[in-house]
């Protein structure tokens, strides 16, 4: 039996830029992007969910962001996961990779008992591939990047084929050990229609806050036994729930800052157009011609 | 006051060094030169003192050399190991490694354990006076880089961390070997092995010599997501050939499977600075002209007359490639042979 624990996020969908989301001035209006599981991390899941399958245990899985990224964990528990954890406070918010792994870190030892802690190589909105080494690091358990395939799985030992420039390597680990997938390491199960009856009124506490907002016959305690009961309930880790010196967290825990972001602003440029007919080309690549290109 | 340090670690693999190392030793010589400031390469592998000896072709003052047996495959947890022990030691300014798989494992894990800030896949690096929340910081590196899906070009600085690190891309950063190389100066640093190091252990390697040369070839025809389909990137091969060009693709079109990521141009993928560079398919997002804007001449070719590629284009044709590839290579064919 293996425990996993996995790390997901939600991140804007930074790669289907579409004019509905250009601002006049040419720049992207970020609130406009819809929000989606990092693929990768999808795939981390699924090798968890597949460890599950063949030894038995446990997976979790875990989130840091604002509360909406719930709604990642939902499709985790659709697809799979046995639990699953959003951690969340506005004192986490504008964190760095370094102040982001410290915080997950932190609640992944609140979580505790896992053997493979299993995350995407990178997320789509920073492509750093920071967060997993980081996070390895601030457990002081070893690390697997870049992994491929789990080649094999047993006492207590794992065998990885991972990529390297130029080819790949097969490398074998003593648990535990923090794992991370490269896309195109497995495909994501889709979600079991069983499961999305059970879970799609799977709340978080900031859900259920706003439910008790408008409604004056609900508490908000009760609220949250009630779901737990129901295992309905997205358990919510904050600065209260965990361990952490708020020095080293968000804004504040951030070495890297940004100093100036320029826009990309899409102008027009100056190019000399030419005809896609057979006249057009002939004169084309006569110019190559003559600037010695070919 | 000593001199602040630029440091670079050189990868190799089985003993042969990365180009990204050498492109970085380049850089580093400016910055450290900027700030008035030494450059020290470190080098980490088994029998490797002669790699050791090169980087002083590239302008390095100093150089580390952790030479051991049990170094010759990288691993993470030894090598960061390695440099936590050294960075804490003698606190460099700045340390760079190439945003390679090793890089990309080594940069974040001793980040982390010397609570650095480091920022991957920069386009460029710069050193300049900063003004930061109205408090003033000398010779602060810039580290630039597009963000956001290449919607902005973010400058990120670590003001308040004592070492400032970052990862770059191979052929991002121009390579410069002088003649005569500084005088040869290497401190061999002693490595003794933990039981620790071996919880991980390498069982097997398999390398290629990859046979796309992106970086060395003179015409590049590159396609987008719009070219559809893997079997609509045959027609790209059949011009490449025809012209002697190599064929790329952009990293929509790398994910969704047209074509092998070896072959990739942009900020995550490989930079060049071709002859020519033609532009299929692609929109011309800023991560992907990050990696081929320096062409010395540019064709796109696009259904969308709007797309930004055109921006930095020399020759656009707004049509369908499947329609104007052919009658390109019929009449390069025509007039050239």
Known sequence: ?294 | MSKPQVWVFIEQRSGKPADVSFELLSKGRKLADNMGGILKSIVIGHNVKEIAVETFNYGVNESYLINHPELFYYRTLPYSRILDGLIKKEVPRIVLFGATVIGRDLAPHVASSTKSGLTADCTDLKISDVNYLNKPFKNLLLQIRPAFGGNIIATIITPDVPVQMATVREGVMEMHRFDKPNEIKIREIPFTPTELDDVLKVIEQHREESKVNLKGAPIIVAGGYGLGSKENFNLLFDLAKAIGGEVAGSRAAVDAGFIPSERQVGQTGVTVRPKLYIAVGISGAIQHRAGMQEANKIIAINTDPEAPIFDISHYGIVGDAMDIIPKFIETYKHKLK
Do not use: W
Not at chain 1, 120 to 135: H, K
């Open chain 1, 1 to 294: 039996m293996y425990n996993s624990i996995v790390l997901v996020k939600q991140v804007p969908d930074t790669a289907n830029i579409s004019g509905k989301v250009m601002k006049d001035d040419g720049t992207v209006n970020r609130a406009k992007l819809p929000a989606i599981f990092n693929h990768e991390d999808k795939i981390a899941l699924e090798f968890a969910l597949q460890v599950k399958d063949k030894f038995g245990g446990k997976v979790s899985a875990v989130t840091m962001g604002p509360p909406r990224a719930s709604d990642i964990l939902r499709e985790c528990l659709y697809m799979g996961a046995d639990a699953v954890y959003c951690v969340t406070d506005r004192k986490f918010a504008g964190a760095d990779t370094l102040a982001t792994s410290y915080v997950l870190s932190e609640a992944i030892k609140k979580i505790g008992n896992y053997d493979i802690i299993f995350g995407g190589r990178q997320a789509i909105d920073g492509d750093t591939a920071q967060v997993g080494p980081q996070t390895a690091e601030k457990l002081g358990i070893p690390q697997i990047t870049y992994a491929e395939e789990i080649l094999e799985l047993k006492d207590r030992k794992i065998k990885v084929k991972r990529k390297i420039d130029g080819g790949f390597e097969i490398v074998e680990c003593q648990l535990p050990v923090l794992i991370t997938v490269l896309k195109g390491a497995a495909d994501p199960r889709p979600f079991s229609s069983k499961k999305l009856m059970a879970y799609k009124g799977a709340k978080s506490l900031a859900d259920l806050e706003k439910m008790v907002e408008g409604n004056s016959l609900l508490y908000i305690d009760n609220l949250v036994h009630e779901y737990k009961e129901r295992k309905l309930f997205i358990e919510t880790l904050t600065t209260d729930d965990i361990d952490v010196d708020p020095e080293r967290c968000g804004v504040k825990g951030s070495p890297t800052k940004v100093h100036k972001v320029e826009s990309v602003v899409l102008a027009g440029g100056n190019h000399i157009q030419i005809e896609p007919t057979k006249d057009g080309i002939s004169k084309l690549v006569d110019s190559l011609i003559e600037d010695r290109i070919f």
